[in-house]
């Protein structure tokens, strides 16, 4: 894989300021937040964890098939993935199984990324974004 991975973890949320909004336009923004959209929301993300292409491709490789696999290989099919609360299980698990196998490095690497999940089954609302750059 060709460029590296970077993982960021949202670390705030800016709200426009209720009087930088028009009047017109506020009912639009309360409703589109009430149905969970982000119109007048800003997400501020934190670099949590970098890796080389070919590091992410032996990580990929030694993680087992499945689900798992399948959601970290949207970094590559899609050139990013979103991590929430939903895939906190499904992720922790997997590297649960390869962590005691896999070499130092990747050892290491997994449990930097295991920290964020922590932090994403303590506050729901924070997420993580995968992307290749």
Known sequence: ??????????????LER?????????????????IGHHVGVFDCFKP???????FFQRLLDALPEGEAKRKFDGINRFGEI??????TVLLGSAIDEVAENAGAEIA?????FSISLAA??????????????
């Open 108 to 112: 290491d690497w997994l449990a930097e």
């Open 82 to 87: 979103t991590i929430d609360r939903s895939h």
């Open 1 to 14: 894989m060709k460029g590296d991975v970077v993982f960021y973890r949202l670390n705030a949320r800016i």
């Open 120 to 133: 994403i089954e303590a506050e729901p609302a924070i997420y993580m974004m995968g992307r290749r750059i």
């Open 48 to 54: 949590v964890l970098r890796c080389e292409g070919a």
């Open 18 to 34: 209720e009087e930088d909004i028009p009047e017109n336009a506020k009912q639009v923004m309360y409703y589109s937040l009430a």
